[in-house]
């Protein structure tokens, strides 16, 4: 069966309303599951235990009597990091080891400065005191995942990780379990969905309450992070995996064909976009997208992925796909180009950036080392990976000598008598030495 994936060229005069069209994602507003995560919450906050017990027993299948139950003790973490084949133990170790060593350089210092009238000013990093991390359960199982949401939060200082990942009808993946153990999380539970996210939001008897959550889920477990943040941070609200790869014509045309299909197999709603000035090019990508697809394991999410989402887009030149790409403010990007170097300053807008035909982004999902939890759906634009920074605080440090004192006040007297605030205007002036 022939793949319908778009062909386009920037050069045609209906080019913009065919990509406006590719990259419109179709997340309408769902009222009753809003609703329910709204009720879910709601009970979870009122009822703690009970609620959580209630829920999880319903939609995991289980008959736990106690949420004591559902904890996973880390003597199971420990076996489970021991049971695994010594191959994945090894391949585990290794990612954790990689992304620990990217985030040692993230890290934020405190710092302080002296003004020219003695002050003290600067600023004090501290991290967070605890943090929930979220990972998919059931028929999903996403130990990578759990490396890349704990590992930072270690990295930046927080002493207690709490993890919860659903297991219906009992049933947990060893993978993730032993990723826990080597991520070093303190605790872990078996409950998922907008009651997991409740519980770590809120806190109850026995689930701590965090300041932070993060990790992805399902539209349950979105809607519920939207609705809890304000009470705790989140990491972001991620949309369908995107790449966008940008091509002069030197990489394996079956490479290319292969790094579209990686994100299109997450889901129908996945993008993969190709850009590239080599008509010819783009003509041998597409032909090998006919070749390969059939091999595929998830040959059908990936054709509707690319069907409904994908594109296969001629550029005038380099300088333009960069523009373009910035546009787009893809997740993922690409740069599969023979020199990549001088094109990096002119992206302002990706994910994570991935420079020349071998680095191909899966390197990046496991175990390169920068963090995997990106930015989609155009939110590049103004916002970055998961990292270090997202786990420490920033508190403003001023201390003021006497004579700076006296020198600042008058300062903030005026400014506040000129908007009003004749407290704030009387505060000042007690420290102006007249």
Known sequence: MTIRIRLLDTRTADFTP???????????????????????????RRDGDTAVLEYTNRFDQLEATSLAELEIPKEQLQQALKAIPQ??????????????????????????????LGNLLGQQV??????????????AAYPSSVLMNAIPARVAGVPELIMTVPAPAGDINDLVLAAAAIAEVDRVFRIGGAQAIGALAYGTETIPRVDKIVGPGNIFVATAK????????????????????????????????????SQAEHDENAQSI????????????????????????????IRTSLENRGALIQVCDLDEACELANRIAPEHLELSVADPEPLLPKIRHAGAIFLGSY??????????????????SGTARFSSPLGVYDFQKRSTISYCSPAGAS????TAETLALGEGLSAHARSAAYRIKR
């Open 407 to 410: 020198a600042l006040a008058e």
């Open 126 to 139: 501290t991290p967070m005191d605890r943090v929930g991390l979220y990972v998919p359960g059931g028929k």
């Open 274 to 301: 190709l850009l590239s000035p080599n008509q010819d090019y783009l003509a041998r990508v597409a032909s090998s997208i006919e070749k390969l697809l059939p091999s595929m394991d998830r040959s059908e999410v």
């Open 226 to 261: 939207k609705l809890v943040f304000g009470q705790v941070g989140i990491d972001m609200i991620a949309g369908p995996s995107e790449i966008l790869i940008i091509a002069d014509g030197i990489t394996d045309p079956d490479w290319i064909a292969m790094d579209l299909f």
């Open 18 to 44: 065919q990509l406006e069209n590719i990259l419109s994602w179709n997340d309408e507003f769902d009222q009753d599951i809003h609703q329910t995560v709204v009720e879910i919450l709601s009970r979870v």
């Open 359 to 376: 680095t191909a982004e899966v390197l990046g999902d496991y175990c390169a080392g920068p963090n995997h939890v990106l930015p989609t």
């Open 87 to 116: 191959p994945r133990r090894h391949a585990l170790e290794t990612s954790a080891a990689r992304i620990r060593a990217y985030a040692e350089h993230q890290k934020l210092e405190s710092w302080r400065y002296r003004d020219e």
